[in-house]
T-cell receptor, first 115, second 110 residues
Framework: SAVISQKPSRDICQRGTSLTIQCQVD?????MFWYRQQPGQSLTLIAT?????????ESGFVIDKFPISRPNLTFSTLTVSNMSPEDSSIYLC????????????FGPGTRLTVL | RKEVEQDPGPFNVPEGATVAFNCTYS??????FFWYRQDCRKEPKLLMS???SGNEDGRFTAQLNRASQYISLLIRDSKLSDSATYLC???????????FGTGTSLTVIP
């Protein structure tokens, strides 16, 4: 299985600021995704990170609020912009397409608290 | 209608018990199926893939019923360490769309 790292692992931020989360995969993947998971809830897909082009966002998520980059196959960033307390959540990145499988592997998550 | 539906539980079972979870999916074009395990404050981790022929890994057995569009997970001889949330995941391989259930919470009691 892939090793996926994220940083920061957690942060506490002030309302109105922005935070960029980094995701690094140790081997090439075809797909990378960003999810949000609020306490006691399941995962909600924010977007699919596309290499070298704009991410594909799910309904309810927009690029201005969650800009995403994926400059190469193994690295992606998610920015949570102009944060409000409602953005407090765990943000998870995942990768799939390793070794011709369609299984997803997840990073350890970033726990964000917005005051 | 949600793409994937699970009974959220919680399931509280004694050690040694057998417990089964079901998950239904709405899209008959779904192509691959998985069970993930998520411990509190941790990321989801793949438990097992689910094949039409069934899949067994030690105390865990997963089954797929395409006609009825559900998958199941059976845990035999439950251990305390099995306590976690179990997520059902369905992949429409077209576009690589993954759909997650809300998870079923299991607590194994001494």
């Amino acid at each position: 299985s892939a090793v996926i790292s994220q940083k920061p692992s957690r942060d506490i931020c002030q309302r109105g600021t922005s935070l960029t989360i980094q995701c690094q995969v140790d081997s090439q993947v075809t797909m990378m995704f960003w999810y949000r998971q609020q306490p006691g809830q399941s995962l909600t897909l924010i977007a699919t990170a596309n290499q070298g082009s704009e991410a594909t966002y799910e309904s309810g998520f927009v690029i201005d609020k969650f800009p995403i980059s994926r400059p190469n196959l193994t690295f992606s960033t998610l920015t949570v912009s102009n944060m409000s307390p409602e953005d407090s959540s765990i943000y998870l990145c995942s990768g799939s397409g390793l070794k011709n499988t369609d299984t997803q592997y997840f990073g350890p998550g970033t726990r964000l608290t917005v005051l | 209608r949600k793409e994937v539906e699970q009974d959220p539980g919680p399931f509280n079972v004694p050690e040694g018990a057998t417990v089964a979870f079901n998950c239904t999916y709405s899209n008959s074009a779904s192509q691959s199926f998985f069970w993930y395990r998520q411990d509190c404050r941790k990321e989801p981790k793949l438990l097992m893939s689910v094949y039409s022929s069934g899949n067994e890994d030690g105390r865990f057995t997963a089954q797929l019923n395409r006609a009825s569009q559900y998958i199941s997970l059976l845990i035999r001889d439950s251990k305390l360490s099995d306590s976690a949330t179990y997520l059902c995941v369905v992949n429409l391989r077209t576009g690589n769309q993954f759909y997650f259930g809300t998870g079923t919470s299991l607590t194994v009691i001494p």
